[in-house]
């Protein structure tokens, strides 16, 4: 059973679209994230989020945006997508606190 | 601030060798740290999570240690195999325990 899980793999859309990326964990976790990895293969955190605060990391522009349905669920909106938001997305769940996070397989989000 | 530095970028060794790979951390008030190992257009698999408190946890042929007094963590892999080829990334979490801090990768490539 795939413990976290993304849709779609892979997102190929066109400047100004809006567009979304689901991320589901079935782990019981708390907390789940959203994490971006660059062209340089660098992974940096975007927001976490559990059912009392969201942390969003000051970098990220306000275009995205993290909407939780329920404690299993964390997509990703994202709107007017720009060249630059290339990237693979990158969703994680852990319990509350500093333990082990538990990764999904990512979103290779291209912008063209 | 938090920053993650790993060496080398890139290591390539004959297989059944033993191999140290290398992390170290700006803050030594850290909490706890993870390895993980990531293939070519594949997701993050956690390798080890070492808490603050411990000085190493050990997974079969991986050993990783941690000193906060010198700043840094080591992963030990014991008798490398072709299948070990990936990219190891360390990661520590932030003082507020809500992210991971990642370094940039250490690729590993294990000829047979």
């Known amino acids: 059973d795939t413990a976290v899980s993304q849709t779609p793999k892979y997102l190929v859309t066109q400047m100004g679209n809006d567009k979304s990326i689901k991320c589901e964990q079935n782990l019981g976790h708390d907390t789940m994230y959203w994490y971006k990895q660059d062209s340089k293969k660098f992974l940096k955190i975007m927001f976490s989020y559990n059912n009392k605060e969201l942390i969003i990391n000051e970098t990220v522009p306000n275009r995205f945006s993290p909407k939780s349905p329920d404690k299993a669920h964390l997509n990703l909106h994202i709107n007017s997508l720009e060249l630059g938001d290339s990237a693979v997305y990158f969703c994680a769940s852990s319990r509350a606190g500093a333990h082990e996070q538990y990764f999904g397989p990512g979103t290779r989000l291209t912008v063209t | 601030k938090q920053e993650v530095t790993q060496i080398p970028a890139a290591l390539s060794v004959p297989e059944g060798e033993n191999l140290v790979l290398n992390c170290s951390f700006t803050d030594s008030a850290i909490y706890n740290l993870q390895w993980f190992r990531q293939d070519p257009g594949k997701g993050l698999t956690s390798l080890l999570l070492?808490?603050?408190?411990?000085r190493e946890q050990t997974s079969g042929r991986l050993n990783a240690s941690l000193d906060k007094s010198s700043g840094r963590s080591t992963l030990y892999i014991a008798a490398s195999q072709p299948g070990d080829s990936a990219t190891y990334l360390c990661a520590f979490f932030n003082q507020a325990g809500t992210a991971l801090i990642f370094g940039k990768g250490t690729t590993l490539s294990v000829s047979s």
């Open positions: 070492i808490q603050s408190s411990q």
